[in-house]
């Protein structure tokens, strides 16, 4: 659902330039200078607010409060206004603006080259199916999810991606191959994660590494969000020395950590590392 369709009105632009920007209070204090001559808020299911939209010259401008909370200046902006309160599921509302600025990401950024090895999703399938069956709608984040091979074996064994990725290009084309959707993809640094997402059922992240000296401390705040964000989780290395090393960082997140073989894949995804929080 669009945005606008759940304030109605006709069209809706955010005052945040980007999603990653969701969590910056600058964006709050700018909303609430804005000299508006109407008002809305969008409350939760729970009554707490999560968007602040005003009307001036130029249309309708917004403020989303998934990623941080309205200041009492906002507030008391909206008052003045005689502003008036609408009420929407919290999923729902945060499925609308991941569609509306993916789908500015994509009226912005050219698609990369594809990137796809065919054999790949049917090597993925193999391995999640195995892990944890056939899906039932329940969500399953895709942390690092490139052009969205991950996503696409996720949804089509039922299960409802969360896909996030800091490559725009990557995003792009996986929106372009129809293996992303925007309601479900996100365009943020993945060390940040929880900060944009609360605990979801299931998490993903598939070909993680080439891990080592270099990229070690990179790819364990990469982990630890994902762990952070994820009750059980399951993630795919190439090497055992680098399982090593998942095993580690999931039992400091309070995991248990299962690790097995996959020879479906000599490179990719030979291992597969399987965290359950104990």
């Known amino acids: ?7 109605e009105v006709d069209a809706l632009a955010f005052i945040e330039p980007s999603f990653a920007a969701l969590t910056d209070p600058l964006y709050t204090d700018l909303l609430a200078t804005d000299n508006g001559d109407e008002g809305r808020m969008l409350v939760d299911e729970h009554d707490d607010p999560i ?11 917004a403020g989303s409060f998934l990623c941080r909370h309205p200041s009492v200046a906002l507030i008391d902006a909206f008052e003045q206004v005689n502003g008036e309160i609408y009420q929407e599921d919290r999923a729902v509302w945060a499925a609308a603006v991941r569609e509306y600025f993916f789908l500015l990401l994509a ?3 050219p698609p990369a080259m594809e990137d796809l090895n065919p054999v790949r999703k049917g090597i993925l399938t193999d391995v999640i199916e195995g892990v944890w069956g056939k ?3 329940e969500t399953c984040i895709d942390c690092g ?6 996503s696409l074996v996720l949804r089509e064994l039922g299960f409802t991606p969360l896909s996030y990725d800091n490559d725009p290009t990557l995003l792009t084309l996986g929106f372009e191959k129809s293996r992303l959707l925007p309601e479900e993809t996100m365009c943020l640094d993945a060390t940040q994660v929880s900060r944009y997402i609360d605990t979801v059922p299931k998490g993903i992240g598939i070909m993680m590494g080439e891990i080592n000296t270099f990229s070690e401390d990179m790819w364990h705040r990469i982990a630890a969000g994902l762990f952070a964000v994820s009750r059980e989780t399951l993630i795919t290395v190439g090497t ?15 995991r248990t950590v299962e690790v097995r073989e996959s020879p479906g894949d000599a490179f990719y995804d030979h291992w ?3 965290a359950r929080k104990e």
């Open 145 to 150: 999810c490139g052009s969205g091979v991950g």
């Open 240 to 254: 055992e020395p680098e399982t090593h090393l998942i095993k580690e960082w999931g039992e400091e997140a309070g």
């Open 107 to 109: 009226k912005e950024v």
């Open 51 to 61: 968007a602040v939209a005003f009307h001036e010259k130029s249309g309708w401008i």
């Open 1 to 7: 659902m669009k945005a606008a369709t759940i304030l």
């Open 135 to 137: 899906g039932s709608g």
């Open 272 to 274: 597969v590392c399987v």
